[in-house]
């Protein structure tokens, strides 16, 4: 038996220890939300929140994220520390109509959330860095780096 | 809930009545390379209930659903045409939803008779989404819709009010008479039920146009649920819920690592099973011999896949592909030696001869002359969501599950597959129907449905529901004429009985691995100017590829398809789009087609097809001429442009990149590409910041500044989207893709050696419309998905070749793709 604290509720899972979070997370727990991409942690597409920080759940086993206090999806990101910087970004990702496909944007949301909850005042380079170990084959960057621009601003605001 | 709005009223008998008079004549062209299509095709306006619901439940407010015929992958086809229908429907923005059709092939649907199958591509006679068809192919119906139902509406509320019609107006979704006003939904039911299609329909001008064409962008309808994490994607679709993901069985298949090769004879599932139970236990369920490889069932994804890295097999490889990427080009190297009246006859297609291209180029100086060869590795398709198919058993037979892009062939694949049903001669040649005498043709049809045919047919339509889930991207991947995935996932399901439900997993690496390429492509080019230089004299055009309608399905609608539209002399035309139909005036033109001898590494279409490497050679060779008639490459392309539209194009986006006044900086480069493709014009420049040369190749593609001409862009924001994300798209095919076999085995495998562009490499994109002009009718929209991507290379391509100058170096050009370019990390 594994427990893990996932979203702000513990589960215990009969599983494999060796098995990567994120299929713990997509079979188990139907938490979909967070997608398969290369399962080499290559492209971002399984980006969950482990403690404040982006993880790829692709490769991390759950024996390992069972030492995590919290483990956020997006599915329960908005509900989590991080709820306003989430809120802001979600807004902005469809101000700005960022999404085609949409497969990769959980996880691209996820790391921009981290990117703004570190740098608030993101500047071209830091989004450049950041947002690295994001793919977007549909190649929607642009508009992902307007909509974190924005959100910052948005956060800004707020804070004001 | 949200009840179905459902005719009571045939369709066919009020044709019938009326004489046809609901006929309304509609020219879906589709380009200069397919003729055929540009006779007009008749479109009924269908019954609007077949297209859209309207929330009976919403007492106050008015929830339209669009029922959408084309798979949403990214490109914004829901937003599309439901803008559309809310156009002429007058529903405000916010009221609008959707959801993908479920695939029908009878025109028999829910009491109704039709003209066609409802959710058929009028381009294709087929459900399917593709060829950049979908906004132009649903114009004119989807705005008929729209206007059908609102008619509809209104003389409902007209009759139930004692009030004239005329006096009625719709706004944002209520019916309005006066001070008097009701939600649309109060009187769908009725309307729906009582009136008859109005027989005629008044589609709005363009003055009054509130939604189409407007500079405030429509949000995307699909926004919402892509950016919480509830959008449903075809992998989610047996895991988000209990009551499948604990009774579901993912299937992996083991695949040879050559195509062509096999399953061994020895090859033994029961021993397999029992090695694998004996190191993973229980969590894997059965082993089953498949004709595309070997297929693990497990109890969830990562014990399948687990398994499988567990298997050593001894492929046959008989009839593999055994040569290396070198050795194909060889051989295509080797073809252009031959001419027409040397080759074995049916090996070189004469694509276009105009004039005498051989005996103009003799004739031309060397100094006016360029020439290259031109290569093109495959490439794999990447979308972010790896290929996968859920199929569970039902009552009445099976549902499937995925991100569907040609329903009509997968459910008939999945028909005879599963359940051994034969599925020729069900449906007759719409094609033919469409451009022969209509009404008879129709008739004909509907009586054929009395026969046996009916039968095989309704059977098809009730064992198999087509459950098309978004997916996550597939540039042509998700649309193979052999619909290979559905085949697989409908051996896998039938393998085991048929009872379980499977969910049928490509990793990525099946996916880099897995074929269906664009295919490589190899094209020679002689071209000269004439003497004056004002005009070229001479261009010979050699190009070798495999077919893309190699791996096809054979069922006879598939075949007639594709017969009708993609094969000439027996040769693939789409190899050959961009250059035959080229746009330039050339004298003494000539386009030769070689086929190669076959090769078992499957290929398809691959976002922009064959304009993927025509536009690339011929806006490079383009580039090449205007250096040398010292016109530049501006003026050079468009005095060999002889429509306006075309030189329009050009023209916005000399002005928007400010060409004329760019400083020459040491590294800095400039190049341009137009290409018309799937009906639209697309003009890009290219600003590249190239690296020293003599220190390896380094670029970064600076801004890319684009002009388009879609007719009408019924969602401008969509339309700079589609050229964002096609500049995305195409540069890491520019920079670094491809798939390389080496002595038949693909080198690449993820995204670490097949990496699709990054953030860091992203150019800052700028993309200017044009406007349909106002003083003509609005032009019908065209394609936007694929256009923009072919003009990428050559653009860039030109741009490195101009910074090359910068540098102190010689003009040269890039003739083969990927240019093998590394991007410099950003610097603070």
Same mark, same amino acid.
């Given at each position: %038996? =594994?427990?893990?604290?996932?979203?702000?509720?513990?589960?215990?899972?009969?599983?494999?220890?060796?098995?990567?979070?994120?299929?713990?997370?997509?079979?188990?727990?139907?938490?979909?939300?967070?997608?398969?991409?290369?399962?080499?942690?290559?492209? +971002?597409?399984?980006?969950?929140?482990?403690?404040?920080?982006?993880?790829?759940?692709?490769?991390? #086993?759950?024996?390992?994220?069972?030492?995590?206090?919290?483990?956020?999806?997006?599915? +329960?990101?908005?509900?989590?520390?991080?709820?306003? =910087?989430?809120?802001?970004?979600?807004?902005?990702?469809?101000?700005?109509?960022?999404?085609?496909?949409?497969?990769?944007?959980?996880?691209?949301?996820?790391?921009?959330?981290?990117?703004?909850?570190?740098?608030?005042?993101?500047?071209?380079?830091?989004?450049?860095?950041?947002?690295?170990?994001?793919?977007?084959?549909?190649?929607?960057?642009?508009?992902?780096?307007?909509?974190?621009?924005?959100?910052?601003?948005?956060?800004?605001?707020?804070?004001? | 809930?949200?009840?179905?709005?459902?005719?009571?009223?045939?369709?066919?008998?009020?044709?019938?009545?009326?004489? +046809?008079?609901?006929?309304?004549?509609?020219?879906?062209?589709?380009?200069?390379?397919?003729?055929?299509?540009?006779?007009?095709?008749?479109?009924?306006?269908?019954?609007?209930?077949?297209?859209?619901?309207?929330?009976?439940?919403?007492?106050?407010?008015?929830?339209?659903?669009?029922?959408?015929?084309?798979?949403?992958?990214?490109?914004?086809?829901?937003? +599309?045409?439901?803008?559309?229908?809310?156009?002429?429907?007058?529903?405000?923005?916010?009221?609008?939803?959707?959801?993908?059709?479920?695939?029908?092939?009878?025109?028999?649907?829910?009491?109704?008779?039709?003209?066609?199958?409802?959710?058929?591509?009028?381009?294709?006679?087929?459900?399917?989404?593709?060829?950049?068809?979908?906004?132009?192919?649903?114009?004119?119906? %989807?705005?008929?819709?729209?206007?059908?139902?609102?008619?509809?509406?209104?003389?409902?509320?007209?009759?139930?009010?004692?009030?004239?019609?005329?006096?009625?107006? /719709?706004?944002?979704?209520?019916?309005?008479?006066?001070?008097?006003?009701?939600?649309?939904?109060?009187?769908?039911?009725?309307? %729906?039920?009582?009136?008859?299609?109005? $027989?005629?329909?008044?589609?709005?001008?363009?003055?009054?146009?509130?939604?189409?064409?407007?500079?405030?962008?429509?949000?995307?309808?699909?926004?919402?649920?892509?950016?919480?994490?509830?959008?449903?994607?075809?992998?989610?679709?047996?895991?988000?819920?209990?009551?499948?993901?604990?009774?579901?069985?993912?299937?992996?298949?083991?695949?040879?690592?050559?195509?062509?090769?096999?399953?061994?004879?020895?090859?033994?599932?029961?021993?397999?099973?029992?090695?694998?139970?004996?190191?993973?236990?229980?969590?894997?369920?059965?082993?089953?011999?498949?004709?595309?490889?070997?297929?693990?069932?497990?109890?969830?994804?990562?014990?399948?896949?687990?398994?499988?890295?567990?298997?050593?097999?001894?492929?046959?490889?008989?009839?593999?592909?055994?040569?290396? $990427?070198?050795?194909?080009?060889?051989?295509?190297?080797?073809?252009?030696?031959?001419?027409?009246?040397?080759?074995?006859?049916?090996?070189?297609?004469?694509?276009?001869?105009?004039?005498?291209?051989?005996?103009?180029?003799?004739?031309?100086?060397?100094?006016?002359?360029?020439?290259?060869?031109?290569?093109?590795?495959?490439?794999?398709?990447?979308?972010?969501?790896?290929?996968?198919?859920?199929?569970?058993?039902?009552?009445?037979?099976?549902?499937?599950?995925?991100?569907?892009?040609?329903?009509?062939?997968?459910?008939?694949?999945?028909?005879?597959?599963?359940?051994?049903?034969?599925?020729?001669?069900?449906?007759?040649?719409?094609?033919?129907?469409?451009?022969?005498?209509?009404?008879?043709?129709?008739?004909?049809?509907?009586?054929?449905?009395?026969?046996?045919?009916?039968?095989?047919?309704?059977?098809?339509?009730?064992?198999?529901?087509?459950?098309?889930?978004?997916?996550?991207?597939?540039?042509?991947?998700?649309?193979?004429?052999?619909?290979?995935?559905?085949?697989?996932?409908?051996?896998?399901?039938?393998?085991?009985?048929?009872? $379980?439900?499977?969910?049928?997993?490509?990793?990525?690496?099946?996916?880099?691995?897995?074929?269906?390429?664009?295919?490589?492509?190899?094209?020679?080019?002689?071209?000269?100017? $004439?003497?004056?230089?004002?005009?070229?004299?001479?261009?010979?055009?050699?190009?070798?590829?495999?077919?893309?309608?190699?791996?096809?399905?054979?069922?006879?609608?598939?075949?007639?398809?594709?017969?009708?539209?993609?094969?000439?002399?027996?040769?693939?035309?789409?190899?050959?789009?961009?250059?035959?139909?080229?746009?330039?005036?050339?004298?003494?033109?000539?386009?030769?087609?070689?086929?190669?001898?076959?090769?078992?590494?499957?290929?398809?279409?691959?976002?922009? =097809?064959?304009?993927?490497?025509?536009?690339?050679?011929?806006?490079?060779?383009?580039?090449?001429?205007?250096?040398?008639?010292?016109?530049?490459?501006?003026?050079?392309?468009?005095?060999?442009?002889?429509?306006?539209?075309?030189?329009?194009?050009?023209?916005?986006?000399?002005?928007?990149?400010?060409?004329?006044?760019?400083?020459?900086?040491?590294?800095?480069?400039?190049?341009?590409?137009?290409?018309?493709?799937?009906?639209?014009?697309?003009?890009?420049?290219?600003?590249?910041?190239?690296?020293?040369?003599?220190?390896?190749? /380094?670029?970064?593609?600076?801004?890319?500044?684009?002009?388009?001409?879609?007719?009408?862009?019924?969602?401008?924001?969509?339309?700079?989207?589609?050229?964002?994300?096609?500049?995305?798209?195409?540069?890491?095919?520019?920079?670094?893709?491809?798939?390389?076999?080496?002595?038949?085995?693909?080198?690449?495998?993820?995204?670490?050696?097949?990496?699709?562009?990054? #953030?860091?490499? %992203?150019?800052?994109?700028?993309?200017?419309? !044009?406007?349909?002009?106002?003083?003509?009718?609005?032009?019908?929209?065209?394609? !936007?998905?694929?256009?923009?991507?072919?003009?990428?290379?050559?653009?860039?391509?030109?741009? !490195?070749?101009?910074?090359?100058?910068?540098?102190?170096?010689?003009?040269?050009?890039?003739?083969?793709?990927?240019?093998?370019?590394?991007?410099?990390?950003?610097?603070?």
């Amino acid at each position: %038996m =594994v427990r893990l604290d996932v979203n702000g509720s513990m589960v215990d899972l009969d599983i494999d220890p060796r098995m990567p979070l994120l299929w713990a997370l997509r079979d188990f727990l139907g938490l979909t939300g967070t997608k398969y991409g290369c399962g080499r942690a290559f492209c +971002g597409a399984c980006t969950v929140h482990i403690d404040g920080e982006a993880a790829r759940s692709c490769s991390i #086993m759950v024996e390992d994220a069972r030492k995590a206090k919290d483990i956020r999806t997006i599915e +329960g990101v908005f509900d989590g520390e991080l709820k306003d =910087v989430a809120f802001a970004v979600r807004d902005a990702w469809r101000q700005r109509n960022v999404v085609q496909c949409g497969y990769c944007q959980s996880g691209q949301i996820m790391s921009a959330i981290i990117l703004l909850s570190k740098t608030p005042d993101p500047t071209d380079l830091d989004i450049k860095f950041g947002m690295e170990g994001n793919i977007c084959r549909c190649g929607t960057y642009q508009r992902i780096s307007d909509a974190i621009k924005q959100a910052a601003r948005a956060l800004r605001e707020k804070r004001r | 809930m949200s009840a179905l709005v459902t005719s009571r009223r045939g369709f066919l008998c009020k044709v019938a009545a009326t004489s +046809g008079v609901f006929m309304l004549g509609a020219s879906v062209p589709i380009s200069r390379a397919q003729p055929q299509l540009h006779e007009p095709l008749r479109v009924f306006p269908y019954h609007p209930d077949i297209f859209l619901k309207i929330d009976l439940d919403a007492a106050n407010d008015t929830r339209v659903t669009l029922i959408c015929k084309h798979l949403e992958m990214g490109q914004g086809v829901v937003t +599309g045409l439901a803008t559309l229908i809310a156009e002429e429907l007058d529903v405000a923005w916010n009221q609008m939803k959707f959801e993908l059709a479920e695939a029908a092939l009878s025109p028999r649907f829910r009491d109704q008779l039709l003209p066609l199958p409802p959710y058929v591509n009028l381009v294709y006679l087929l459900q399917a989404t593709g060829g950049s068809t979908s906004t132009r192919e649903a114009w004119t119906q %989807m705005r008929q819709v729209g206007a059908a139902a609102r008619a509809m509406l209104i003389a409902e509320a007209a009759k139930q009010w004692s009030v004239p019609a005329a006096e009625i107006n /719709v706004k944002d979704g209520k019916i309005i008479h006066g001070a008097k006003q009701q939600p649309l939904a109060k009187f769908a039911k009725d309307a %729906m039920r009582n009136q008859l299609l109005p $027989t005629e329909i008044k589609l709005k001008e363009r003055p009054d146009w509130r939604l189409i064409g407007a500079s405030e962008p429509l949000r995307r309808l699909d926004s919402e649920d892509k950016t919480d994490g509830t959008a449903q994607f075809a992998f989610d679709y047996p895991r988000r819920d209990a009551s499948l993901r604990d009774r579901v069985l993912t299937v992996v298949v083991c695949r040879p690592n050559k195509f062509g090769a096999r399953v061994p004879s020895s090859f033994s599932a029961g021993e397999t099973l029992a090695s694998l139970r004996k190191k993973f236990g229980d969590v894997v369920v059965d082993v089953k011999s498949l004709p595309s490889g070997i297929a693990i069932y497990a109890k969830h994804t990562w014990a399948a896949i687990e398994a499988r890295k567990a298997l050593k097999i001894d492929w046959d490889y008989g009839e593999a592909e055994p040569r290396s $990427t070198e050795d194909i080009f060889e051989e295509y190297r080797g073809l252009f030696a031959e001419t027409p009246a040397s080759a074995e006859p049916g090996s070189i297609w004469q694509a276009e001869n105009v004039g005498n291209a051989t005996a103009a180029l003799a004739g031309a100086k060397e100094e006016n002359t360029v020439h290259a060869d031109f290569m093109f590795p495959f490439l794999a398709h990447a979308p972010m969501e790896p290929l996968n198919c859920t199929v569970e058993p039902t009552p009445e037979g099976v549902k499937i599950s995925s991100g569907c892009q040609m329903q009509t062939v997968d459910k008939l694949i999945a028909a005879r597959e599963l359940f051994g049903l034969n599925v020729n001669n069900l449906v007759p040649d719409l094609h033919d129907l469409s451009t022969r005498k209509w009404m008879e043709g129709a008739r004909n049809f509907f009586g054929n449905l009395l026969g046996s045919a009916e039968n095989v047919l309704s059977a098809v339509q009730n064992k198999i529901t087509i459950n098309t889930m978004l997916a996550g991207g597939s540039f042509g991947r998700r649309g193979t004429l052999s619909s290979d995935l559905i085949t697989e996932a409908c051996h896998a399901a039938k393998a085991i009985g048929g009872r $379980t439900a499977i969910h049928l997993v490509r990793t990525r690496e099946d996916d880099i691995q897995g074929g269906f390429y664009r295919p490589m492509v190899m094209h020679r080019v002689r071209a000269a100017l $004439t003497p004056d230089h004002r005009s070229i004299a001479g261009w010979r055009h050699q190009l070798a590829s495999k077919s893309i309608f190699t791996e096809v399905t054979s069922i006879d609608i598939v075949d007639d398809a594709i017969r009708k539209i993609y094969i000439e002399g027996g040769f693939d035309k789409s190899t050959v789009e961009g250059v035959k139909d080229t746009p330039y005036a050339i004298e003494n033109f000539e386009v030769l087609q070689y086929k190669p001898r076959p090769t078992s590494v499957p290929v398809t279409w691959w976002r922009s =097809v064959g304009n993927s490497h025509t536009a690339f050679v011929m806006e490079t060779i383009m580039d090449e001429l205007a250096v040398l008639s010292g016109k530049g490459p501006f003026q050079f392309r468009r005095d060999l442009l002889p429509q306006e539209r075309d030189r329009a194009v050009l023209d916005r986006v000399y002005k928007e990149s400010q060409w004329a006044t760019w400083p020459k900086d040491k590294g800095r480069g400039h190049g341009v590409a137009f290409h018309f493709s799937f009906e639209t014009r697309v003009a890009m420049v290219a600003e590249v910041i190239l690296g020293d040369p003599d220190k390896g190749k /380094v670029v970064k593609v600076d801004r890319i500044v684009a002009a388009v001409d879609v007719g009408t862009a019924v969602n401008p924001d969509i339309v700079k989207a589609q050229v964002e994300g096609a500049v995305g798209f195409a540069l890491s095919s520019v920079l670094r893709n491809q798939i390389t076999l080496r002595d038949g085995v693909v080198q690449q495998s993820n995204f670490d050696d097949y990496e699709p562009t990054r #953030m860091r490499e %992203m150019p800052q994109v700028e993309v200017h419309i !044009i406007e349909s002009p106002e003083n003509e009718p609005p032009r019908p929209p065209t394609g !936007i998905g694929e256009p923009p991507v072919p003009v990428v290379a050559p653009a860039i391509g030109n741009a !490195i070749a101009d910074a090359l100058v910068s540098w102190g170096r010689k003009r040269e050009w890039l003739h083969t793709l990927p240019f093998n370019y590394t991007t410099p990390l950003p610097e603070a």
